[in-house]
């Protein structure tokens, strides 16, 4: 079952469009089928039209004339009543019979109360497939070409029988017994209604093509403020700035659109509110800090007063990189198209100029929009990590066909696993030294994957078997 639905699941359209369209096939395909299946068999359609045509009628006159005429007038009105499709004959003698299938029981029982006693027994009727419209009496005259009674020229109709040989006509028979003893056949050649035949194909396949093409412009022009909405959405995750967006549209998609405008405004309140909130906190603790490092200045204890002056400077160096981290938050950059390749030498090559051991290695070039000063920062502050705790710095783009990767590596101890969530949390640092010198602030690595995060992406720290660290940027490419 799982197999199935697997396949199912990759058969099923997946734009709304095609869904639309697919649905409105199936139901004009069983708009069309049910009522061929509702009327029966093309036997069962054709006793139908019979039933309110004018073969039984033109067979009951005939039998009537029949019977007020004189013996020798019979073969001339029988003659009158012939046309292209129709013929009659009169026999001294009954035709051969056969077994009538339920199709042609029900066209005799159509045809015996009519006819009101001017026949001597229980009329008969006979059905048999011809593979054209010709003469239904081809100088004939007697009822049928063959022992069963039947047309020389037709396949009889019955249950159970191979009928691959159908055609489109049928041979309709009616044997009626008159009151002097002779035998009246009528023969009239009908085509068979309905049915999948070429016409029925073409004009289903005209109308599906016209139920498309309305649906998919249907479906394009209702759900352009969905596409909106969804663009909006994903330029909205990647922390862009996105203009509110038209409430237009069906009334549900409307109300989406506007439900969307207000929590992009309460999003961007709140976000402004944290970083004025993280701001001020930093700028108000400049001021005491600068009273306790004068303070500090006044203490005899030399050794007292630099591990105060030390922790003063640490306390202050926080602030600073708060404030810092507040202002980039703040800052609104436009989204530019650049070479990722390009991109990372410009980070490394301010590292490479102070002499340190930060290299790029040989990557493909990749186009991608993005934030280019907040991603310099975040690879910036990958590569000092990869300088301070693993010596070296190793840069490299990796194409992953759906997204892209910039991979930062270093040749360090790397990590204990149960740690390695840790290193992201603002102020924390795994580094067991306290100076600030060596052990950094603690928020290199939250701030580059905030910035990552604001561009839909991922960033990982890994573990390499052998040794080292690998600092991984994935992010999704656009379309």
Known sequence: MSGVSALLDRLRPRSLAARMIA??????????????????????????????GQALTQTVTLARLLGEYPPADGDRLAAAFGSRQSCATISPSAPAAAPMSDAEARLAALIAPMLH???????????????????????????????????????????????????????????????????????????????????????????????????????????????????????????????????????????????????????????????????????????????????AEFIEDEAVRDDLVTTIDELSAICEATLAFARAEATKEETRTVDLAALCADVVGEFAAAGKDARVEPSPSVMLPCRVVALKRALRNLVENALRYGGAARVRVEDRGGSVALVVADDGPGLPEDRIEDAFKPFVRLDESRSVETGGIGLGLAIARSVVKAHGGALELLNRKSRGLDAVIELPKRA
């Open 117 to 295: 006693g001017v026949h001597a027994g229980a009329p008969r009727a006979a059905i048999a497939w011809r593979p054209d419209a010709g003469p239904p009496c081809p100088g004939e005259t007697r009822f049928g070409g063959g022992a069963d009674g039947t047309d020389g020229g037709a396949a009889r109709t019955g249950e159970g029988r191979d009928h691959a040989a159908r055609g489109r006509f049928v041979l309709v028979s009616m044997i009626v017994p008159l009151a002097d003893g002779r035998w009246l056949t009528t023969r009239t050649a009908v085509e068979t209604p309905g049915g999948f035949d070429r016409a029925t194909f073409y004009s289903f396949l005209a109308s599906a093509l016209a139920v498309a093409v309305v649906a998919a412009l249907a479906v394009r022009e209702q759900t352009g403020p969905l596409r909106a909405l969804a663009g909006a959405a994903e330029r909205l995750g990647r922390g862009e700035e996105t203009p509110p967006l038209s409430v237009r549209g069906p009334a549900e998609i409307a109300a989406a659109a506007g439900a969307f405008n207000d929590m992009q405004a309460r999003l961007r309140d709140y976000l402004a509110d944290r970083l004025r909130l993280l701001a001020g906190i930093g700028h108000d603790l400049r001021t005491p800090l600068t009273t306790l490092r004068l303070k």
């Open 23 to 52: 649905l409105l096939l199936v139901a004009l395909a069983v708009g069309q089928l049910v009522p061929a299946l509702a009327l029966g068999s093309r036997v069962d359609r054709v006793v139908e039209g019979l039933g309110h």
